[in-house]
């Protein structure tokens, strides 16, 4: 009995520790939940990007930029800065649509596909408008760790929301 009881412990420990070890991000405009072994950063003068990332390298990315452009023009500049920034190889699939709920509602984005130091990698792009605001989020993983980056972006899209500074 004892030894049930032990195993039970440690199994529960071991499941509920990623969930107990979380931090709250607020500032410039949003507010969201990560986890501790993720890192935020925050640059840009005008238009701050806001960038969480793990230890493998996966990234969710947000932007707020205003009533300053509208998404389908954002999506066309973002579009084109990612396929340069991620060099050779990179390649828009326009044959298939991402998806991801963000504050709450279902956004269609564009997949890019990339190799990265030879490792498959993809990148995910949104831009939308919410509240008046043209919004761009990306998300980008090597697709050997799509399992940790997806639990990642699901627990920051889950507990995203817009605050007011």
């Known amino acids: ?9 440690s199994a529960y420990a071991i499941l509920s520790g990623p969930l107990l070890a979380e931090q709250i991000y607020e500032g410039n405009g949003f507010r969201f939940t990560y986890s501790d072994s993720e890192k935020v950063t925050v640059t840009g003068e005008q238009i701050k990007t806001l960038r969480i990332k793990n230890s493998n390298g996966s990234e969710f990315l ?7 452009v509208t998404p389908e023009k954002l999506r066309e500049m973002m579009n084109q800065s990612l396929l340069k920034h991620l060099e050779n190889g990179a390649t828009e699939l326009t044959h ?23 490792i498959p990698s993809e990148s995910l792009l949104f831009t939308f408008q919410q509240d008046g ?16 980056a997806e639990r990642m972006f699901a627990q920051i899209q889950q507990s995203l ?4 500074n």
């Not at 298939?96 to 030879?118: D, E, H, V, W």
């Open 96 to 118: 298939k649509t991402a998806q991801r709920t963000i504050f709450g509602t279902p956004r269609n984005g564009r997949y890019i596909l990339y190799s990265k130091n030879n």
């Open 1 to 9: 009995m004892l030894r049930n009881f032990v195993i039970f412990c």
């Open 133 to 148: 605001d043209t919004f761009c989020v990306i998300t980008q993983m090597a697709l050997q760790h799509s399992q940790e």
């Open 62 to 68: 947000i932007q707020n930029h205003g009533d300053s």
């Open 161 to 164: 929301e817009l605050i007011k």
